[in-house]
Structure formats: structure tokens, C-alpha cells
């Protein structure tokens, strides 16, 4: 298993821990305290538990090596676990407008002050639990960590929307009992287009989408730094799981020999595996150039 994926396998520990303290806290603190909002933020917390444990069991499958059926590896299960996490995020969304528009419809107590208290600490831990969850994913180059990043985000998102709305209630007095469901139900909205956000990168993903112009720029300068190219042409790039796999064109002087051709080929990719640790593996083909 590489460096990079015990680094991400070790953050989503963290958040499956994280989630399920959270959850707890906001559920007795919403019952206690009379606030939907807060329950509601308590039912996206416990769909990240369930989504982070996706993210561990997508990690630990992408990192498997390749095999005789899969010789490029099982990185591309990444972004498919993505989507059952893009899945459980639009779940939560749709079932926290759901019941935020039914307690909208229906009477209740103005929620509690003590809540506001407890908000402000869930919404400081859930900022940094994206930024460190966020960080590792940029660090391992891990999309499903990516979309557990923005699970802690969004779940912050709607903390701060419930404080806004129990902020809002209990200023403002009798009649404004409903401001946390409509807190909860703005912030459902803003679930979903967190959820568009991570799934379209994953979904580029999946198709072999071209989304690596950094990777590529530095993968031809290390090329053109061997001696023996004198230019490159195709550069494809595709990401399977943390680690991305080459399809590169050189061109060569037409007359040397072939041996001479493969041994350029091979320094190069030598160059590029030793100098970009992330790409898993390079196929080289080589174009005579006929203007030497």
C-alpha cells in the first residue's frame, strides 16, 4: 500500500469518528433544545458516517494492485464510490427540505438559547475537519476524499445556517418559531449543489476527461530535457484512483537505430516515473523525425 493511501485511509478514520460524535451532540442537543434545525443537521452528520465508511471501503479497494483482470489497477473504483457518497449527500438534502417544510407547517416552541453555544463549537470543528480532510485529499490526490472534504464543508454550511435561524427566532420573538426549519431547508439547497460540485470532477474521472494541463506541461519538460527527443506530440493523461497512468509521443532523429530509439524511451520514462512519484506508469511511443 502506498504512503498516500495510508495517509487517506488514516483521515477517513478520523472523519467516521468525527461524524459520529457530532451527530450525537446536535441529536440531543436538537431534542433537548427544540430545534429541527439542529436535528436535521444531526441526520446529515449521520449520513456522513455512513458516507466516510464508503470512503474507507473505496480506498481501501482502489489502493489493491493490478491483477490479470484489471492491469491498470482498481483505482478507477474511486470516483464510483464518489457517486454513493454524491448519493448519500442528496438523500440527506432531500429528506432534511422534507421534514424542514413540515415543521414549517406546524407549531412548536421556540428553540432553546443553549443551542447557539453548541452550534458555534460544531461549526469551528467542522471547518477544521474540511480543512485537514481537504488538505489530505489534495496531499493523496484522492477524489473520494475530496467529496468527504466537502461533506464537513457542507455540513458546517448548514450548522451556520441553523445558527442563523435560532439567532433569527429567538431575537426576533413569538411568530418567528419556524426561522431554524427555514435554515434547514436553505440549507438542503445548498447540499445539492455541494453535491453537483464533487460530482462533476469524478465524473471527468470516469471518462478520461482531460483535467491535467500542470501534470502534462511538467511530464513534456522532463522529456525535452533528455538529449536524445527532439519533440513531443500526443500527451494523454488518466487518473485511476491517486495515481495517473501516461500515453506519451516523442519524436526521435530518423536515423538512428532502433535499440537507440527504445533506450531514449526508456530514459525518459525512467525521468518521468523518478521526478512524478504520482504517475503509476508511462507508455511511450516513439515517431521518427525526419527533419534531422
Not at 439547497?189 to 460540485?197: E, H, K, S, T, V
Request: charged share 20%; with cysteine.
Amino acid at each position: 500500500m502506498q504512503p498516500g493511501t495510508r495517509e487517506a485511509i488514516k483521515a477517513s478514520y478520523f472523519s467516521i469518528a468525527g461524524n459520529t460524535l457530532l451527530a450525537v451532540v446536535k441529536f440531543l442537543t436538537g431534542i433537548f433544545g427544540n430545534s429541527y434545525a439542529l436535528i436535521a443537521d444531526a441526520i446529515e452528520s449521520t449520513t456522513d458516517v455512513f458516507s466516510s465508511i464508503l470512503v474507507l471501503l473505496g480506498l481501501r479497494y482502489a489502493s489493491k494492485p493490478a491483477d490479470e483482470n484489471h492491469p491498470y489497477g482498481h483505482g478507477k473504483a474511486e470516483p464510483l464510490f464518489t457517486f454513493m457518497v454524491v448519493g448519500f449527500l442528496i438523500v440527506s438534502a432531500t429528506v432534511i427540505a422534507y421534514k424542514s417544510i413540515d415543521n414549517i407547517n406546524t407549531p412548536h416552541k421556540t428553540p432553546k438559547a443553549y443551542t447557539l453555544l453548541v452550534l458555534a463549537v460544531i461549526i469551528i470543528i467542522k471547518e477544521i475537519f474540511y480543512r485537514f480532510i481537504s488538505k489530505k485529499s489534495k496531499e493523496t490526490n484522492s477524489s473520494v476524499l475530496k467529496a468527504d472534504a466537502w461533506h464537513h464543508r457542507s455540513d458546517a454550511i448548514t450548522s451556520l445556517m441553523a445558527f442563523i435561524g435560532i439567532s433569527i427566532a429567538l431575537v426576533m420573538g413569538p411568530g418567528y418559531e419556524n426561522a431554524d426549519d427555514w435554515a434547514a431547508l436553505f440549507a438542503s439547497g445548498f447540499i445539492l449543489y455541494n453535491a453537483y460540485l464533487i460530482l462533476r470532477p469524478a465524473l471527468g474521472e470516469v471518462m478520461d476527461e482531460h483535467m491535467h494541463d500542470e501534470i502534462e506541461m511538467e511530464i513534456r519538460k522532463i522529456a525535452h530535457a533528455n538529449p536524445g527527443v527532439t519533440e513531443t506530440e500526443k500527451c494523454f493523461i488518466r487518473k485511476t484512483g491517486m495515481t495517473y497512468h501516461v500515453d506519451l509521443h516523442i519524436g526521435v532523429a530518423a536515423n538512428i537505430t532502433v535499440k537507440e530509439g527504445h533506450d531514449i524511451a526508456h530514459k525518459v520514462k525512467d525521468d518521468i516515473l523518478e521526478q512524478l512519484p504520482e504517475i503509476a506508469d508511462v507508455l511511450i511511443h516513439v515517431e521518427p523525425d525526419d527533419e534531422l
